[in-house]
């Protein structure tokens, strides 16, 4: 106990003690001594977890003895402990001197905490603590802190996002540092890649298909727009009448009226004049395709000489530069075409070099040459003929109005053999789907209904419908509704069939008041 009294009777009197001079050199003054003992019984008491702290397992680290101000709150907190442990009977501690010797003389054997040994001069912190502890794990490189903009502490990933931003930072140093393309006095302009011919064509074939559908040519413009270069405005001519080749006569009128939309807005005069060459020397190639290629390109320049889009001595010189480069037979053939068209009085027919298309054309005209139609197909009865021109009519909607004429052509004729004829052919169009179900039935409705009509300048236009009727019901083509709504008309009563011949007056009485 005397050691307990002597640590108890300096820390009270350690107060009065002057702080060493820093001059002292390597002499100790006596407040050296004593902060050398309090130090030591520091780290004793906190080996062997003495006191009310030992109890608890809240160990706090020992405070450097850099400063006076923590020297001194040192020494209150060691006083503090020893008076509590003092005071408590059966305590576990045990207590030592600055050397580690308890009170008995023996030698205090450190703490081992789950099995860890404590460090030589510091001390071990608690299991627990240490799972919720951000600090680090290494005692011996830095403090463990948290670093600034969240990016968390030591081990981790860092930022989030911080993997994806590039490095600001070039090292000169770096053995991969290239000083050429690093170079900080670099102008960038923006560089547009021109595309080949064959590849502008992928792009404007999709564009010329959905004109045919839709006809708004300033849509096709502006896609045009979008897509040209300079160099391939030439070639837009060209494009086009390759396309409309493969194409029927209503999409090469189309055709023709786009190249004159396009001129002056897309191209040139010489951009039309150039594609022309270029379709003059690819008829070799166009002409496996399409066998009237030479036909068509004629058409297609004299129509733009007539749209004003190319000057008329255009044909002119192209034949004398066909003299000159030898482009063959083909192209000789398309430029006699289109000069024969341009040589006829007047040009207003080339506003119809290409026919009307189905839907442009009136009905009088439609209905005109379906019967033109009718009366070659009497004369020559070719069913494949018939077709072919049906379908040139490019009128599907309207084919209801082939199977009217065919039937009043029928009542007509007063012929049975016209009766055969006409079966036949309407069985074929059924047969092909040419004639669709509901424009067969509307053909025949419409006969019904203005039956009253026909009668007039027919008189047994009835007993024709009825036979032609039941002939083409055994061809098997009809269906239930044109069979059943067939009219019938009623015979004219005799007087011997109880009539009694009495005529009925003209007027009849009325009652007078």
């Excluded at 350690?14 to 820093?22: A, R, V």
């Excluded at 036909?295 to 044909?315: E, H, Q, S, T, Y």
């Excluded at 020559?380 to 199977?403: F, G, I, K, T």
Aim: hydrophobic content about 35%; glycine content about 10%.
């Amino acid at each position: 106990m005397e050691v307990e009294s002597n640590i108890k009777h300096r820390a009270t009197n350690g107060k009065h003690l002057k702080s060493p001079s820093p001059a002292g050199g390597g002499s100790d003054s006596k407040e050296s001594s004593v902060e050398r003992e309090l130090n030591g019984e520091i780290q004793a008491v906190e080996l062997n977890g003495g006191g009310a702290g030992g109890q608890n397992g809240h160990i706090k680290k020992p405070l450097p003895v850099d400063d006076g101000r923590i020297k001194r709150k040192a020494k209150r907190l060691i006083v503090q402990r020893q008076n509590s442990g003092s005071g408590t009977t059966g305590g576990h501690a045990s207590q030592t001197n600055g050397n580690g010797v308890g009170a008995a003389g023996a030698i205090a054997s450190p703490i081992v905490i789950n099995g860890i040994l404590p460090p030589p001069g510091g001390y071990v912190v608690p299991h627990r603590r240490w799972k919720n502890s951000r600090r680090s794990r290494n005692l011996n490189r830095g403090r463990g802190l948290p670093k600034k903009g969240g990016a968390g502490g030591k081990g981790v990933w860092g930022l989030p996002g911080s993997e994806a931003l590039a490095e600001v930072y070039e090292d000169e140093n770096d053995p991969n540092y290239d000083s050429e393309c690093n170079d900080r006095n670099v102008e960038l302009r923006e560089v547009i890649t021109e595309i080949t011919p064959e590849e502008f064509f992928k792009l404007a074939e999709p564009i010329v298909l959905e004109y045919y559908e839709h006809g708004d040519t300033h849509e096709v413009a502006v896609s045009f727009d979008e897509i040209l270069q300079g160099p391939l405005r030439e070639h837009i001519t060209s494009i086009l009448v390759e396309i409309a080749m493969d194409h029927k006569d209503s999409q090469r009128e189309m055709t023709s009226v786009l190249i004159s939309d396009l001129y002056g807005r897309v191209i040139t005069g010489k951009d039309i004049e150039k594609g022309f060459n270029m379709l003059l020397g690819n008829l070799p190639d166009l002409i496996l395709d399409t066998p009237e290629a030479p036909f068509m390109l004629g058409n297609f320049m004299a129509r733009a000489v007539a749209d004003d889009c190319i000057p008329p001595k255009f044909v002119a010189k192209a034949e004398e530069e066909l003299r000159n480069l030898q482009l063959g037979e083909h192209a000789e053939h398309a430029l006699r075409r289109a000069d024969s068209l341009l040589h006829k009085q007047g040009w207003a027919h080339l506003d119809n070099v290409w026919g009307m298309g189905g839907p442009l054309r009136p009905v009088k005209t439609i209905t005109k040459q379906m019967e033109l139609l009718l009366k070659e197909y009497l004369s020559s009865r070719d069913v494949a003929e018939a077709q072919r021109c049906l379908r040139a009519l490019e009128v599907p909607h309207y084919h209801h109005e082939l199977v009217y004429e065919a039937i009043v052509m029928t009542l007509e004729s007063l012929s049975q053999t016209t009766e055969e004829a006409m079966c036949e052919l309407l069985k074929q169009l059924d047969l092909t789907c040419l004639v669709l179900p509901a424009g067969m039935e509307q053909g025949f409705i419409r006969v019904f209904d203005d039956m009253a009509d026909i009668v007039l300048d027919v008189p047994l236009a009835y007993i024709i419908l009825d036979r032609f009727v039941e002939r083409c019901n055994r061809a098997g083509f009809l269906t239930d509704k044109i069979i059943n709504n067939v009219p019938s008309r009623g015979r004219k009563r005799f007087v011997s069939e109880g009539d009694g011949g009495h005529v009925k007056p003209a007027t009849l009485p009325t009652l007078r008041d």
